[in-house]
């Protein structure tokens, strides 16, 4: 079954950077579309970016000019950059996939079946 693994989170300050990759096992459905999404505590969930089979991407505005979303082909991994880290970034951050090309209207458009457990971002 698919499973998604992510991991790099961790505690930074204000002004830093951190990369979160996600591992996709057995996710080998084609075309394909990816995802980023963060929950603040007390906040609903939030789509940050989300990326299709061709290599469109799609960025929440929380994430324009600072995030940026890559699909690692070779590792099977789903990466994002974050540079210029913010308190209100604090958030667990999960990687989501699903069979289908992306609903490009918005992330949260798009139904994603697969979700990783998350991980910690925490920005001080």
């Known amino acids: 079954q698919v499973q998604l693994v992510e991991s790099g989170g961790g505690s930074v300050q204000a002004g830093g950077s951190l990369t979160l990759s996600c591992a996709a096992y057995k996710f080998t459905y084609s075309p394909w579309c990816m995802a980023w999404f963060r929950q603040a505590p007390g906040k609903e969930r939030e789509g940050v970016a989300q990326i299709g089979t061709f290599g469109n991407i799609l960025y929440a505005d929380i994430a324009k000019e600072r995030f940026t979303i890559s699909k690692d082909h070779s590792k099977n991994t789903l990466d994002l950059q974050m540079t210029s880290l913010r308190p209100e970034d604090t958030a667990q951050f999960y990687c989501?996939?699903?069979?289908?090309?992306?609903?490009?209207?918005?992330?949260?458009?798009?139904?994603?079946?697969?979700w990783g457990q998350g991980t910690q971002v925490t920005v001080s």
């Open positions: 989501a996939a699903a069979a289908g090309d992306c609903d490009w209207r918005a992330i949260f458009r798009m139904h994603f079946p697969y």
